[in-house]
């Protein structure tokens, strides 16, 4: 429970700072950034175009020591119509989740980033006017620390 609290608020601040930002979609010159925990929705494909999105989703939860350590995985998709643009828009949506990672270290003062930050593309051979990209970022989960005569437990 405690990952899908991390993505959805994940999430809450990814839909804030691509907010403002309008891309070219198939057939829909100005559409917002769709961000999505986890899945693309069945029904969302029946009323709007898919692309520009972001899905964050959990790749991996680990125990290690007493950490519990969250790697959280960021794909993005973009269109462009404009062939030699195809990047572009990947990359700046990329950036603002990068910037957002490395300002807000600490998130529902719970989940600490951990200084991990990783950015590729799905393929060096894209289907233009599809570009995909994919960040990687891992988080601890911030545990009880018991300390001997002290009569609370602090996080």
Request: hydrophobic share 35%.
């Amino acid at each position: 429970m405690t990952g899908t609290n991390l993505i959805y608020t994940i999430a809450e601040h990814i839909r804030n700072v691509t907010k403002d930002y309008k891309l070219l979609a198939e057939y829909q010159p100005d559409k917002k950034v769709s961000v999505y925990e986890f899945d693309i929705p069945h029904g969302d494909c029946e009323t709007d175009s898919y692309i520009p999105y972001v899905i964050i989703s959990p790749k991996l939860i680990d125990l290690v020591d007493r950490d519990s350590i969250i790697t959280v995985a960021f794909l993005i998709a973009t269109y462009s119509g404009v062939k030699g643009n195809d990047w572009r828009d990947m990359l700046s949506i990329s950036e603002r989740i990068r910037q957002f990672i490395l300002t807000t270290p600490i998130l529902a003062e719970k989940y600490l980033w951990r200084n991990n930050f990783t950015w590729q593309p799905v393929s060096t051979e894209q289907p233009s006017p599809f570009i995909l990209g994919y960040i990687e970022s891992d988080y601890t989960i911030a545990t009880p620390e018991y300390i001997p005569n002290y009569p609370k437990v602090r996080f």
